[in-house]
Structure formats: structure tokens, C-alpha cells
């Protein structure tokens, strides 16, 4: 097994008492890095984010059904949200990826307090229903993993224990990230719950230990004494699903009044998604084109 691969396993443990998520994910974070050119502490924000999100994203049922994050504690990161699929890829972007903050006292980056702990934990289950699924925490901490355990436990009811790690190199660059979530399911019984509480205070440390096993290494150094079944192997993935056709329906919802506007005073329009900085140009024909397909719209 290639340990500088990343990896997301899915399985069991004691025969389905419980199920866990393991993610080894520093290439897909050292991307997200690139793309969104993030500071330090922003770097952790943005991997620990899309780190659960690939997690949560590949608990999907369907190739078009999406997870979404979104985590708004109005701290000086601003807004970070972070979609993920079935496929175990992801896109993110957060509002102020160059902030830059003191390391906390312990010498770690300093993710609640770029995040900000005054606010909400978003997480929407677009499955493909005409209303996405919605549920909404106050956020704990802002460290996120600790804020995905609060969901969890009070939006869905499910026990969680939660763990999110990125580990970044003075140069900037990410060493090593990755994640774990397991989840008690009902009829578990105490001595399985013991011996995942007993599991917890090693994990505070994942990015160090998910640089030194890589992900089926540490899945089983963790949790081998207790019936590890691996059901799926993926690979996560940064990747963006925009597409010049996705930006030229958001132009047409946005009606023919707005559209009149573009095409009238800027004789075009220049759109730049938020998620890869991809930029689509149309000139006034093409603007044109798409303000009669808004008046045709119902
Ligand atoms: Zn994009």
C-alpha cells in the first residue's frame, strides 16, 4: 500500500455495532491549499473541512446527490463551505483564505479562532428531493471536528466521535491531514463503547499520526482489536463541478432585469467561480442568447 496515496475507508466495527470512517487526505488538502493560496491556519480550516466533508459526502446514495458544510462563526476566516459527492470528491472555498493568526499556546494553528465560535454549523443533504435535507448546531468551537460531534448527537441522533487533523510545514505546505469518525449504532454494547472511549485521547493527535501509519495503517493500529471490517476503498479527490452550462443557468435564474443590466451597461459579463477561481466570459450575443431563454422560462 502507497502510504503517500490518500484514502478513505469505510467499515465496521464488532460485526456492525459500529460504523468508522477513516480519511487520509493530504494531497486533497495540499490542493485545496494551491487553489485557494491559504495561510497556515487557513490551510488546517480549509483540510479539516473537507476532510469530514469527503467522509460525510461518500455516505451518499447517488451519483448526483450532494453533502454540503457550511460553517459560519464570524470569526476573521469568514464563511468556509465545502460540498462533497458520492465519489468521495470535494470543493471548498472559504471568505478570507490569507488570514493569517498567532499559533495557540500549545503550538497549534489556531482553527477556532480563525473560524470564530459565534455562530452556526450548516450541513445540507441535497438528495435529489425537492427540499435538501437541513440541520443546523450551534457551533462548540470552531475546530470543527468537535462541532461535527455536536451535530451529529443532537441534529441526527447518532453518537459520534469525531477527529480532524492537518499537520502544516513551515514552508506552508501540508505535511500530512486526515480524519476520523465513528459512530455508535444502536444495540452497542458498553464494553464496545469503552474500548472506542478508551481510543479517543489518541486521536487528538491525528495529523502527526496519520503522516507516520498513512490511513489503512492507522485503521488498523486503532481499531484492529475490534473486528475491523473494511466494505469500501476510495480515493478523495479535490475536484470542482463547475461548468460553463451550471454558470449559464445561475445567469438565467438570475432573471431577465439583471441580465438587461449586464448587457446594456457592461456589453458582457466575466463570472469567476468561488470554488476554483475558473473564469467564464460572455459577450453580448451570448448574454443575449441567455435573456431569451429567461423570458422563455416559466
Ligand atoms: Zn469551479
Known sequence: MDRSQDILLRGTLGGGQARAFVISSRNMVEEARRVHDTSPVC???LGRVISAAAIMGCQLKNDEDRLTLILDGKGPAGRVVATAARDATVKAMLENPQVALPVRADGKLDVGGAVGRDGMLTVVWDQGLK???TGKTPLVSGEV???LAMYYTTSEQTPSMVSLGVQVDPDGSVLSA???LVQVMPGCSESMIADLEMRAPVLADI?????EYGGEGLAEALFGELEWEILERMEPRWKCDCSRERIERALISLGAQELRTMIQEDHGAE???HFCHASYR??????RALLTEALAAP
Not at 460572455?282 to 448574454?287: G, M, P, V
Open 271 to 273: 463570472l469567476t467561480c
Open 207 to 211: 495529523s502527526r499520526l496519520m503522516g
Open 145 to 147: 471536528a468537535e462541532d
Open 43 to 45: 490551510t488546517a480550516v
Open 178 to 180: 486526515g480524519g476520523v
Open 131 to 133: 427540499t435538501p435535507y
Open 282 to 287: 460572455f459577450d453580448e450575443k451570448e448574454l
